[in-house]
């Protein structure tokens, strides 16, 4: 199995122990909520190198998997990953479609998973974060809505630019990925705070690198909370 197998699972493999654990985590983030649809969600962390990219583009799969029509998009504008792990171009995205230099529907990439669509990032813009803030990619969520069971976004972390705190306002509910073995607590509660001072919906939280067996995957998922 190549790297790039490895980290979208769910497609390569999803009878894995791992592939299991994005499918409980996705079980788990349908029913945190019995009044309010979670449509839109957007993944985040608090620092780079935590996995939430490879959390976002395996969640993706898993709730395709289940037959709903799944978005996934990168709105990770800066350092954009999500076409890596497709095995797509990002010669046009997002970027491309907020700037009117392409249709909607011309950014918009089938995978080699059923029911799962994606929009790459696109070339990377000089304001990412007015981008993002901007009425065009409110109307273009608002657009995708109509079409699709469940949005994912992938988003910059929080702790070095505000990219993801504007996406999480836009969204129905937010997944932070933690790295175990790197963030303290105290980096795990700013990132949180910074959730909160935007008042996005925090719904949980996935810990990866926990020392475990190198076969399983392990996630810690918790409704809204005051806690981190």
Known sequence: ?????????????????????????????????????????????????????????????????TG??????????????????????????????LFHHKELQDVIQPTNTDCLSMITAGPTPPNPSELLSSKRMAALLETMKGIYDVILIDTPPLLFVTDAQIVSTQSDGVVLVVDSGKVKKDVALKAKALLDHV????????????????????YYYYGESNDA
């Open 1 to 65: 199995m190549s790297r790039t197998d490895w980290k979208l699972i769910t497609e390569a493999n999803p009878r894995s122990p791992v592939s299991e654990g994005y499918r409980m985590l996705r079980t788990n983030i349908e029913y945190s909520s019995i009044d309010q649809t979670l449509q839109v969600l957007t993944v985040t962390s608090s620092k780079p190198n935590e996995g939430k990219s490879t959390t976002c583009a395996n969640l993706a799969v898993a709730y395709a998997q």
């Open 199 to 218: 008042k996005a919906r925090l719904i949980g939280v996935v810990l990866n690198n926990l020392p475990r067996k190198p076969s399983e995957s392990y």
């Open 68 to 97: 709903k029509r799944v978005l996934l998009i990168d709105a990770d504008l800066r350092k954009p990953t999500q076409h890596h792990l497709f095995g797509k171009s990002n010669r046009i995205g997002l970027t491309t479609a």
